[in-house]
C-alpha cells in the first residue's frame, strides 16, 4: 500500500497495468473509433471486438436514437493453434461476424442495416474478452447482449421444443424463428416494459444507485408462460402451460398452428427472473 498525501492513512498502489485500467484503455479506444453505416461496412482482416449503435424510427427503441450506447456488443476471435503457431492476422475474423449479423438484421420485418450504425477495433485475440467485458459492464444492460438474447445465437436444435427469442418476438421475419412456439416468459407488452426500463438504466451515469438499479433489474421476477414438462425417455412431452391467455394470444401472434401441439393447462405458477429468462436463448 502507498502512503496517502497526509501520512495518515494508506492508498492502493497504483498498477499501471491492472485489469480495470486495461479495461478502460480498451473501453475509451472503442469508443473514439467513427461510427459507419453497417450497410456500407466493407471486408477487412483481422479479429476484435464490434458494437452496433441504432437509429431508426422504432418506437422501442426511441430512447436509443441519439445516444452513444450500444444495443449488441459482439466478437470474433483469430482462435488457437494446437502447435502453438502464430494466429493469421489476414482472415477477416471480425467482418464475417459483422456480415453475420448483418443478414440476421435484414431478415427481420421491422429492420435494415441502414437503421444501424458499428464501431470495430481489431485486437489481438488476448484483449478482446477484456474489451467486451468493459464494454458490457460500462454500457450494462445492453440489449441485445441481455434481455433480448438470441440475436447471435446458434439457430435452435431440434432436442427439445423451443420457444422464440425476444429478439424474434420484437423483430420477426428470420427463417430460423418460423414455427418457433412463443416466449417461455414474456408477452409482448411484457417485453416492450423490460426494454423500456433497460435502456432507461443505461442512460444512469455510473453510482451506487445506478448498481442497485440494475441488480433491482436482473433479478425482477418473470411468470413464465409455458415449459416442457420433464421426464426420462425419447418419447415427445407434453407442454405446460401456465398462462393460458398469454400462450393462446402470443402463439397466436406469430401464427402458430397449435393443433398438432400438445399442451395442458398447469396449476401452480412457475416464476423466473429478467437474467435467467435471458438463458433461454443462447448466445454465440
Known sequence: MAPS????????QFNPLGIDLLGRNLREEMDGRPRVSLDKVKSFPGAGLYALYYKGDLEIYEGLKDADIPIYVGKASVGDSSYGDSPSLTEPKLFRRIADHRRSIKEAVNLDASHFEVRYLTLDDIWIVLGERSLLRTHSPVLWNTVMTGFGGNPPGKGRKNARSVWDSIHPGRKRAAGLLCNRSYSGAEMEKIISDGIAISWMQASEQRDEKLKEFRNRTAKIIWQEAEGSGKEAKPILVYREDAF???????GVDLSAVAWELADAPQQTTTEA????????
Open 277 to 284: 429468462a435471458a438463458l433461454d436463448a443462447f448466445e454465440e
Open 248 to 254: 393462446l394470444e402470443e402463439n397466436s401472434r406469430f
Open 5 to 12: 498525501p497526509d501520512g495518515a492513512t494508506a492508498s492502493p
